[in-house]
């Protein structure tokens, strides 16, 4: 089954600095990823996603993300962060293991953007 | 209006008491999800259904129960065999292979 490691739980920032939240995922064959943002009490809300073709994919509120699969990495970048960006971060790829598609979440990580 | 909606946003449990969590959808999808959300633990899968009357374990079913008698609606139960209920309470849609769509969730408290 498919896994996946967010290798920061929490990242600090400064408004208007760029920002990398990194990820990883278990299994090198042919993968759907997606990053999710959470604000506070509320459900998920899809920033990007991979299904294929181009590696660099970009998505809502500026955001961007690089598929690297030779690293098995989805890493999610932003050249300027704003302090309405603070809120957590979810990696997930698709797992269809036993024939059910489902997502696989990680741990998360608290983008937390200060003045 | 449309989309997932959960019911109710916070709810409140009684030690020994079960709980049902409303996931109601109509995207139209197939697919329904159940997961839960503690601090630091990211998403972790409850249950799960492709197809109506027909649903599968995920990997913290203990203590829980679901039916899936209408394509719109997926109900979770929340019995008295779950020891530490209290967490946030997710349900999703999908077509398939692609994004799952989430509601707004329902938060658990056992008082």
């Known amino acids: 089954a498919q896994s996946v490691t967010q290798l920061d739980s929490q990242v600090p920032v400064f408004e208007e600095a760029p920002v990398e939240l990194r990820c990883n995922y278990s299994?090198?064959?042919?993968?759907?990823l997606f990053w999710y943002v959470q604000y506070p009490n509320q459900g998920l809300q899809l920033l990007l996603k991979y299904l294929s073709g181009s590696t660099l994919v970009k998505g809502i509120n500026g955001f961007e993300a690089e598929f690297n699969k030779s690293q098995t990495s989805f890493h999610l970048r932003k050249p300027s962060v704003h302090i309405s960006d603070t809120a957590e971060y979810f990696c997930a790829v698709n797992d269809e293991a036993g024939g059910y598609n489902k997502l696989i979440f990680g741990a998360g990580t608290r983008l937390a953007v200060h003045p | 209006d449309g989309g997932i909606t959960q019911s109710p946003k916070y709810l409140f449990r009684k030690e020994g008491q079960n709980v049902t969590l409303s996931c109601e959808q109509n995207?139209?999808?197939?697919?329904m999800y159940w997961y839960r959300q503690d601090p630091g633990q990211g998403l972790r899968l409850i249950y799960y259904s492709q197809i109506v009357n027909d649903f599968q374990k995920g990997d913290i079913a203990e203590g829980y129960s679901v039916s899936r008698e209408k394509k719109e609606s997926f109900p979770l139960t929340v019995t008295s065999a779950q020891k530490n209920p209290t967490a946030f309470y997710l349900c999703a849609t999908s077509t398939g292979r692609t994004e799952a769509f989430f509601g707004q969730g329902t938060r658990l408290t056992v008082v």
């Open positions: 995207l139209n999808h197939d697919a």
């Open positions: 299994s090198s064959v042919s993968v759907y």
